[in-house]
């Protein structure tokens, strides 16, 4: 699948350092069809499988497999619905195969989807894994976690560190195909988008492990490439005891100029410094020996016995020709800008 123009889009998951399954799944869609895109818009999700045997694996891939269908098949034009109505068919239908296979009994999953459509954004969320949303500077999350642990957070009885910490942090208190209905956290309203905001999808593997702010400083200075690879490798040194998987979405045009962009950010402090004194030093010496040259040619220039009158009509030409330019090109640089 082709991904259109507007973004840059990088994901990563890996198994961690204890468990013997990853029942973690992510994906992103977006119809080939021009009409349903510019309807529908393009979506990304993660997913956070739980259940014996092989259960986790198979609900967070009907989860995604089941969102994505049932919403871009939806005749439902607002979007908020169409997310809910998508995720209530995730949720019957993860339900009624774990009651038709005791193999898969119990299983269950987290859900979290971020759709960009027609510069905004809409989020649909059940579960602990989160959506983050990083510009100029600041890092917001976007959705709340339905765990045991952030409830308490929420009442004050204890703090997001400790939260981190806490024998019950992989404790939910809502998920996809549990029971018959599930309730879908859905956005108010859309969130209106703008060119460099970077959307930042996980699971608890990561977010339990890696702060929100140390998230936004990796995102914030690498490519999303890059980013996802970091944010992964920091989750694993730290323990890495849970599934984790990551899906950054940077709002841009090209990947080559993003990437140019964020490796010029990262590194580039001190080199834009050092570049900029060498061009000004430049320009000096360049202005003086210019300067220098004028005032030698004026020594060596022989003066006439006689001067003529000077020739006013190719004179005048060359000046209006001369502005000419410089209008043009002022114009130009203004343009661009």
């Known amino acids: 699948m082709k991904i259109r123009r507007g973004i840059v889009l990088s994901n990563l998951t890996d198994i961690g350092l204890e468990r013997g399954l990853n029942e973690d799944y992510y994906g992103y869609f977006e119809p080939e069809d021009e009409t349903l895109f510019a309807r529908k818009g393009r979506l990304v999700i993660v997913a956070d499988g739980m259940g014996g045997h092989q259960g986790g694996e198979v609900a967070s891939q009907v989860a995604f497999e089941m969102v994505r269908d049932a919403y871009f098949e939806s005749p439902e034009e607002d979007p908020r619905q169409a997310l809910v109505d998508a995720f209530q068919s995730a949720n019957g239908a993860i339900y009624d195969l774990a009651r038709s296979n005791s193999a898969l009994e119990g299983m269950g999953t987290t859900c979290s989807a971020l759709l960009l459509k027609d510069d905004q954004a809409f989020l649909a969320h059940v579960g602990d894994s989160r959506i983050y949303l990083t510009r100029e500077g600041k890092i917001l999350q976007l959705t709340q976690d339905h765990s045991v642990v952030m409830d308490k957070v929420r009442e004050g009885v204890l703090t997001e560190a400790e939260a981190r910490h806490h024998a019950e942090r992989n ?3 809502r998920a996809i195909g549990v029971a018959p209905t599930v309730e879908v956290d859905v956005s108010s309203l859309p969130i209106p988008t703008y060119e460099g905001d970077i959307f930042v999808l996980c699971s608890d593997g990561l977010s339990t492990l890696v702060a929100a702010e140390e998230i936004r400083d990796v995102v914030a200075n690498q490519h ?3 980013a996802c690879k970091m944010l992964v490798e920091l989750a694993k040194s730290r323990g890495g005891y849970d599934n984790i998987t990551i899906q950054i ?3 841009a045009d090209e990947l080559k ?3 140019e962009y964020e490796i010029t950010a990262e590194r580039g402090g001190r080199r834009r410094k050092r570049l900029f004194k060498v ?9 003086i020996l210019t300067a220098g040259l004028l005032y030698l040619r004026k020594l ?3 003066r006439p016995a006689t001067p003529g009158p000077s020739p006013p009509k190719q004179t005048q030409n060359t000046v209006t020709n001369s502005s000419s330019v410089v209008r043009g090109a002022v114009r130009n640089r203004r343009y661009a800008s």
């Open 249 to 251: 979405v940077k709002l």
């Open 300 to 302: 060596q220039r022989p």
């Open 171 to 173: 404790l939910i208190n």
């Open 224 to 226: 999303p490439q890059d």
């Open 257 to 259: 100029k993003t990437k």
């Open 279 to 287: 061009l000004i030093a430049a320009l000096i010496l360049a202005l």
